[in-house]
């Protein structure tokens, strides 16, 4: 199995376009959740999300997902020198969920409602493969190609996947990545189901009351370490390890002992050759629902022990983003092994006593961590734990 290195991060957050946007926001523990404008809320519990800021640009025929797709993986491959020689040959993963589902409820509720438009082009993009249909055309990427579709999952999953294809030797690099814009039928199901707080989320807060939504794009550029060095590109840090599972438990709920989020922790773990100790931070799912931040963090201490990692959830600060949380959350981790600043919880101001965990409260903190784990969990129990470490001196 060959080394897998991290050559190129691109990213679109609420924060704005280009990583540099992301990172200072996640430093500064910004909170990026804010009253809801693209849809109408009236009515709704929840009222606010993590909208992503105009200006990602790209013409308007292309779904909102799209534009922000196209702009997070331009980054990531200028970022990497990658040129349009070298990408003919690379994989191409994307995890997603929504597609085009925006542009297709804007034509139907106007429909609805017998303005009768005419229908967009950007209805054709209603697909979740549409992204990786956009983004391979657009830039010349003509090998392996997939979509990932697990949920809240499937950023990180399309990560772990482009993962094996460079290290099994399949393909010299990829770029893979996450992405979804919000959507009616995801902001409205989520409040359906009262897992929205009103307020912004609270992360492992003793008095969360649910989560936010947020929406964004974030790709990634793996590639074969001995190449990434005979080319001289920079080196962000190396892919050690992931793990993938399923608990196949319930359609919505984890299990409630977190027995395949443990797995997939230890998983990456075996690939990586780590033990536990030598792991110092996790960038937890972190949803901010009662359920999911006490499951997660009695999987963490199972696999780690009490107290000695540090956690944190930057979705306090950018919403759970759906397909590209686990792809944006993946960015965050590389950036806080590079710059030696772990990003914080933002809203936490009294933690829960059933977390055994500093989960890092409101202020970056530093700390020079050689190894650090991103979790992603989605709905039917799809879990995913990648694992990076710092680039080699």
Request: hydrophobic share 45%; net charge neutral; proline share 5%.
């Amino acid at each position: 199995m060959r080394s897998v290195v991290v050559t190129g991060l691109g990213a679109v957050s609420p924060f704005g376009v280009g990583v540099k946007a992301f990172w200072d926001g996640l430093s500064a523990g910004t909170c990026a959740i804010r009253p809801v404008t693209l849809i109408a809320t009236e009515g709704f519990r929840c009222r606010i999300a993590a909208e992503v800021p105009d200006g990602v640009g790209g013409s308007p025929r292309r779904s909102r997902g799209d534009r922000f797709a196209l702009a997070a993986a331009r980054e990531a491959l200028d970022d990497a020198g990658i040129g349009r020689g070298d990408r003919a040959g690379a994989a191409l993963i994307v995890g997603a969920v929504g597609g085009g589902m925006l542009e297709a409820e804007t034509w139907y509720w106007a429909r609805a409602r017998g303005a009768a438009p005419k229908a967009s082009r950007a209805l054709r993009s209603i697909f979740p493969s549409s992204h990786a249909e956009v983004v391979g055309s657009a830039f010349g990427i003509h090998g392996p190609r997939e979509t990932l579709v697990t949920a809240c999952s499937s950023g990180a999953a399309s990560l772990a996947l482009a993962a094996d294809l460079v290290g099994e030797g399949v393909v010299p690099l990829a770029l893979a990545g996450g992405v979804d814009a919000l959507t009616r039928i995801c902001f409205m199901g989520f409040n359906t189901l009262k897992l929205l707080d009103p307020e912004p989320c609270r992360p492992f807060d003793r008095d969360r009351r649910g989560m936010s939504i947020g929406e964004g794009a974030a790709f990634v550029v793996l590639e074969d370490a001995e190449r990434a060095r005979a080319r001289g590109a920079r080196i962000y840090g190396v892919l050690a390890g992931h793990g993938m599972t399923t608990d196949a438990f319930h359609v919505t709920s984890p299990h409630p002992e977190g027995e395949g989020m443990a797995r997939a922790m230890r998983a990456a773990l075996e690939q990586a050759r780590l033990a536990p100790g030598a792991v110092g931070y996790a960038n937890a799912h972190g949803t901010a629902t009662l359920q999911n931040d006490r499951i997660e963090a009695r999987a963490i201490q199972e696999v780690f022990g009490e107290g000695r990692l540090l956690v944190s959830s930057t979705k306090s600060m950018v919403g759970h983003t759906m397909a590209a949380a686990g792809a944006l959350e993946a960015v965050a981790t590389v950036l806080a092994l590079v710059h030696e600043l772990l990003p914080p919880t933002a809203n936490l101001t009294t933690p829960d006593p059933a977390v055994a965990f500093d989960c890092v409260p409101r202020v970056a903190r530093e700390a020079a961590v050689e190894a650090a784990i991103s979790n992603s969990f989605g709905f039917g129990g799809h879990n995913v734990t990648l694992l990076f470490t710092r680039a080699p001196r």
